[in-house]
């Protein structure tokens, strides 16, 4: 199917059959990805008659216009897009595999990431440990709301609706995401399923033994300052040292 966006973005059509993301005057992206079902099958409940080959999301970034490209450069920082499809498997939402931005080798920090909803709806299930329990807070999004994402969280995206769940983030072009403790885990702490109402309940393995502390919350709720006013991607372009400090934020 083809989504066509006629809207303030810089998308233009996207289509779901083969992952192809049309932007507008012929930007290109300057990597694109994409996440099959072969490298996320441990972190769904049931993928059974699910093939490997399953495509379950998209990620294209380094996204800018000819003229903000030496701003971008500058300020080492990258705008990207992810398109996560609307499809239930066996009930469960999709969702992405999810990570932590690794630490600064040299001050042992890490990176916020700003992120803005542009399409659909969906859940970011964040969570991190505190002392003797994971907190787990669960963000409803919807288009149009932004947030931040502290850097000691875990995260990860769920797709709750039933269009692609397209979302852009602004990050810091040094950063990089590990994987592999909730690879280890076999998945975040809750899966969110859909069947006329949203439902999620605790994963049976690799969480069962641990206390939960969750938490749903909207996006204009977070315990936190967002700090981000307008499109992300505008807000960057007005004041681009400001982002770059807000995104370095130890």
Same mark, same amino acid.
């Given at each position: ?14 289509? +779901? ?10 930007? *290109? ?5 994409v ?28 996204? =800018? ?14 705008? /990207? ?9 066996? $009930?469960? =939402? ?8 690794? /630490?600064?080798? +040299? ?9 803005e ?5 969906? =859940? ?16 409803h999004? *919807?288009? $149009? ?15 709750t ?10 990050i *810091? /072009?040094?950063?990089e =995401? ?8 076999? $998945? ?13 309940? *605790? ?6 033994? /641990?206390?939960l ?7 204009? +709720? ?14 960057f372009?007005? +004041?681009? $040292?400001?982002?770059?400090?807000l995104?370095?934020?130890e």
């Amino acid at each position: 199917m083809l989504w066509n966006f006629n809207e303030n973005t810089l998308m233009s059509q996207f289509n +779901d059959e083969d992952g192809t993301l049309l932007l507008q005057n012929n930007i *290109k992206p300057r990597y694109h990805g994409v996440r099959y079902m072969k490298t996320m099958r441990s972190l769904f409940e049931n993928t059974a008659h699910i093939g490997d080959d399953q495509p379950l999301y998209y990620t294209y970034g380094g996204i =800018c216009r000819d003229e903000d490209q030496v701003l971008f450069q500058k300020y080492g920082i990258i705008y /990207e897009y992810s398109i996560l499809l609307p499809a239930l498997l066996h $009930g469960e =939402c999709m969702k992405t595999h999810g990570h932590i931005h690794a /630490e600064n080798p +040299d001050n042992h920090t890490r990176r916020v990431e700003a992120f803005e909803i542009l399409h659909g709806q969906g =859940c970011f299930q964040l969570f991190r440990k505190l002392k003797d329990y994971w907190e787990v807070i669960l963000i409803h999004m *919807k288009k $149009g709301d932004r947030v931040l994402v502290p850097n000691d969280y875990y995260h990860l995206s769920i797709n709750t609706g039933n269009v692609p769940f397209i979302f852009a983030d602004l990050i *810091k /072009e040094d950063v990089e =995401c590990s994987y592999e403790d909730i690879a280890q885990r076999k $998945g975040a702490p809750l899966y969110l399923f859909s069947d006329g109402k949203l439902l999620y309940r *605790k994963r049976n393995n690799n969480w069962n033994k /641990e206390s939960l502390h969750i938490y749903e919350v909207y996006a204009d +709720d977070v315990p936190w300052s967002s700090a981000l006013e307008t499109d992300i991607y505008m807000q960057f372009k007005k +004041d681009a $040292g400001a982002m770059q400090l807000l995104l370095g934020k130890e």
